[in-house]
């Protein structure tokens, strides 16, 4: 319907002009004293050539309407399937769809181009800041291997966690990074990550359980370490005293959870659904000078990646239980 | 005593590890020429090497392969760039094992010593640390003392090694914890001091009274 009142607008004039030249030709026939039969019938042979040729020529436009309809799911990738342009004026509108089109394309290969230097200078710079970290790192433990140097070593790996943030953040933009998914002994993953923030469990106080598992789950070690270091440095963070409690538990023959679960500060029931968005860091980031947003946002991306679920329960004041979700792996040979 | 090439071109580090290597016992050369990095190795002929990947000149898979026409002597890998591609590469260049920087002193003793005892110590006498006569034998995880040889706890252990291998100095409660945690041990304070506790009564009764020193709201000392 919208198309047929713009078609009969669009030609508005050139109907009104046969019209009138119709009611000219009958005036002069009707003076001239021509029988009506004749009138009517010339009246009628104009009209019906009328309706003739609009048909027709609406039939046409109908078409090309329907073909730039269907370009308009096409046209983002490709003009190929562009009409050849019937009058100079859709040649020119054709012209200018080619030139939006192509300064489209250089732009986002601009785009791409400085994403992927920016990419690989993050990289760079990791790789040149890990330099420095390991001397100064090395300096400190040979000046102090019993103690007088732990408040510095302590943010020096503050520094070191908040590098290899950078370094995972920027390989998880790159599309080249890969995610080898293999058979990973949970057990060795937990143990290293906790390792890891031994400095951390000791200079806080706070206590571990965790009775060791033998399970061996689907996933990319490297990534998933990343995950449950982040978590347990969470946990760490947001608890001041208790422990935490880390426990495997098994599904059915397919699924199983890892469970990490501290007596922290909890999180707040209106910022529960939102703790996973980038930049996101809701009440305790408030209260808290070391929150970025980031660290459950990159948790939340490469748990995606690999196919775990994860979900995160807390009431305010008595803890946080975070749960993820893999997929066994099959151990029969 | 084992020899160990340090090839590594950021000064402070290779000086540190090498200072540190030396406290060890191990005779240490660094790489100067990073352009006959192969010449200085021959000249040196180390039983293990420590090799840095980016090098001035080649890097370290270069140098390794070029190592491995000769000799089949262990080589460990130091590298920033610690992601899966790099460990695989550094592996198939013939490197024996990997350490991601920044590393820890320690876990880079343990590793060089774990390294060394597979590849020359078919004897299998183990590491040990001396103080006052007591010999800690960290393989086998014993303490020997005038003849009479005693087994030791794995917490036992590490407490006794850490004591040991910082002799003269004071170390802190919250180090003793960090290194136990560190070996999978997740003590609490009153847990560290039921082990320490237990420790001393083993030690005297094979005659090591006071071996170790309570230095009392900071930590512990070896007599």
């Given at each position: 319907?919208?198309?047929?009142?713009?078609y009969?607008?669009?030609?508005?004039?050139?109907?009104?002009?046969?019209?009138?030249c119709?009611?000219?030709?009958?005036?002069?026939?009707?003076?001239?004293?021509?029988?009506?039969?004749?009138v009517?019938y010339?009246?009628?042979?104009?009209?019906?050539?009328?309706?003739?040729?609009?048909?027709?020529d609406?039939i046409g436009?109908?078409?090309r309407?329907?073909?730039?309809?269907e370009?308009?799911?096409?046209?983002?990738?490709?003009?190929?399937?562009?009409?050849?342009?019937?009058d100079i004026?859709?040649?020119?509108?054709q012209?200018?769809l080619?030139?939006l089109?192509e300064e489209?394309?250089?732009?986002?290969?601009?785009?791409?181009e400085?994403?992927?230097?920016?990419?690989?200078?993050?990289a760079?710079?990791v790789?040149?800041?890990?330099?420095?970290?390991?001397?100064?790192?090395l300096?400190?433990?040979?000046k102090?291997?019993?103690g007088?140097?732990?408040?510095?070593?302590?943010?020096?790996?503050?520094?070191?966690?908040?590098?290899?943030?950078?370094?995972?953040?920027a390989?998880?933009?790159?599309?080249?990074?890969?995610?080898?998914?293999?058979?990973?002994?949970?057990?060795?993953?937990?143990?290293?990550?906790?390792?890891?923030?031994?400095r951390?469990?000791?200079?806080?106080k706070?206590s571990?359980?965790?009775?060791?598992?033998?399970?061996?789950?689907?996933?990319?070690?490297?990534?998933?370490?990343?995950?449950?270091?982040?978590?347990?440095s969470?946990?760490?963070?947001?608890?001041?005293k208790?422990?935490?409690?880390?426990?495997?538990?098994?599904e059915?023959?397919k699924?199983?959870f890892?469970?990490?679960?501290?007596?922290?500060i909890?999180?707040?029931?209106?910022?529960l659904?939102?703790?996973?968005?980038?930049?996101?860091?809701?009440?305790?980031?408030h209260?808290?000078?070391r929150?970025?947003?980031?660290?459950?946002?990159?948790?939340?991306?490469?748990?995606?990646k690999l196919?775990?679920?994860?979900?995160?329960?807390s009431?305010?004041?008595?803890?946080?239980?975070?749960?993820?979700g893999?997929?066994?792996?099959?151990?029969?040979? | 005593?084992?020899?160990?090439?340090?090839?590594?071109?950021?000064?402070?580090?290779?000086?540190?590890?090498?200072r540190?290597?030396?406290r060890?016992?191990?005779?240490?050369?660094?790489a100067?020429?990073?352009?006959?990095?192969l010449?200085?190795?021959?000249?040196?002929?180390?039983?293990?090497?420590?090799?840095?990947?980016?090098?001035?000149?080649?890097?370290?898979?270069h140098?390794?392969?070029e190592?491995r026409?000769?000799?089949?002597?262990?080589?460990?890998?130091?590298?920033?760039a610690?992601?899966?591609?790099?460990?695989?590469?550094?592996v198939?260049?013939g490197?024996?094992?990997?350490?991601?920087?920044?590393?820890?002193?320690?876990?880079?003793t343990?590793?060089?010593?774990?390294?060394?005892?597979?590849?020359?110590?078919?004897?299998g006498?183990?590491i040990?640390?001396?103080?006052r006569?007591?010999?800690?034998?960290?393989?086998?995880a014993?303490?020997?003392?005038?003849?009479?040889?005693?087994?030791?706890?794995?917490?036992?252990?590490r407490?006794?090694q850490?004591?040991m291998?910082?002799?003269?100095?004071?170390?802190?409660?919250?180090?003793?914890?960090?290194?136990?945690?560190?070996?999978?041990?997740?003590?609490?304070?009153?847990?560290?001091?039921?082990?320490?506790?237990?420790?001393r009564?083993?030690?005297?009764?094979?005659?090591?009274?006071d071996?170790?020193?309570?230095?009392?709201?900071?930590?512990y000392?070896?007599?």
């Amino acid at each position: 319907m919208n198309f047929f009142i713009s078609y009969v607008k669009s030609n508005i004039k050139w109907i009104l002009s046969f019209l009138l030249c119709e009611g000219i030709l009958f005036t002069l026939m009707v003076m001239n004293g021509n029988p009506w039969e004749e009138v009517c019938y010339a009246v009628f042979l104009g009209v019906f050539l009328l309706v003739l040729v609009f048909f027709a020529d609406g039939i046409g436009r109908w078409k090309r309407y329907r073909k730039l309809l269907e370009m308009e799911y096409s046209v983002a990738f490709s003009l190929e399937r562009m009409e050849n342009p019937q009058d100079i004026l859709e040649q020119e509108y054709q012209k200018l769809l080619s030139i939006l089109f192509e300064e489209k394309l250089r732009q986002e290969n601009g785009a791409l181009e400085m994403q992927r230097e920016m990419r690989e200078y993050y990289a760079m710079w990791v790789h040149q800041i890990k330099t420095p970290i390991s001397a100064l790192k090395l300096l400190l433990q040979e000046k102090g291997p019993v103690g007088e140097m732990e408040e510095e070593l302590r943010e020096l790996f503050f520094i070191e966690q908040y590098v290899e943030m950078v370094l995972s953040y920027a390989r998880l933009e790159s599309e080249t990074t890969d995610f080898v998914v293999a058979p990973v002994k949970l057990d060795e993953v937990i143990r290293s990550s906790v390792r890891k923030y031994a400095r951390m469990f000791v200079h806080k106080k706070i206590s571990l359980e965790y009775e060791g598992t033998s399970e061996v789950v689907l996933s990319d070690k490297k990534w998933l370490q990343f995950v449950t270091e982040q978590i347990l440095s969470n946990a760490i963070k947001y608890t001041s005293k208790g422990k935490i409690n880390i426990s495997v538990k098994k599904e059915g023959t397919k699924h199983i959870f890892l469970v990490i679960a501290d007596t922290g500060i909890g999180i707040r029931e209106e910022d529960l659904p939102r703790i996973c968005e980038k930049g996101y860091t809701g009440y305790n980031g408030h209260a808290h000078r070391r929150s970025t947003g980031i660290g459950l946002y990159l948790v939340n991306r490469i748990r995606k990646k690999l196919g775990h679920s994860l979900s995160v329960y807390s009431r305010e004041g008595e803890g946080t239980k975070v749960v993820i979700g893999f997929v066994l792996a099959d151990t029969e040979e | 005593m084992y020899r160990i090439f340090i090839v590594e071109d950021d000064e402070i580090i290779a000086k540190t590890v090498k200072r540190h290597l030396e406290r060890w016992d191990y005779e240490t050369a660094l790489a100067l020429d990073f352009s006959n990095v192969l010449g200085e190795f021959l000249n040196f002929a180390p039983q293990l090497v420590l090799m840095d990947i980016k090098l001035p000149f080649y890097n370290g898979y270069h140098w390794c392969q070029e190592i491995r026409k000769i000799s089949k002597v262990p080589v460990i890998f130091l590298s920033s760039a610690s992601d899966n591609l790099n460990i695989v590469m550094a592996v198939n260049m013939g490197g024996d094992d990997f350490i991601p920087k920044p590393f820890d002193l320690e876990v880079l003793t343990a590793k060089i010593q774990a390294i060394l005892r597979r590849s020359y110590d078919f004897l299998g006498q183990g590491i040990v640390i001396e103080h006052r006569g007591a010999i800690l034998n960290l393989s086998e995880a014993t303490l020997i003392y005038q003849e009479e040889k005693m087994e030791l706890t794995k917490n036992e252990l590490r407490i006794l090694q850490v004591l040991m291998e910082n002799k003269d100095k004071v170390v802190t409660r919250d180090v003793l914890m960090t290194k136990l945690w560190e070996s999978d041990s997740y003590v609490d304070e009153n847990t560290l001091s039921v082990n320490i506790n237990r420790l001393r009564k083993k030690l005297s009764a094979v005659g090591l009274s006071d071996f170790i020193f309570t230095k009392k709201g900071i930590g512990y000392r070896l007599g």
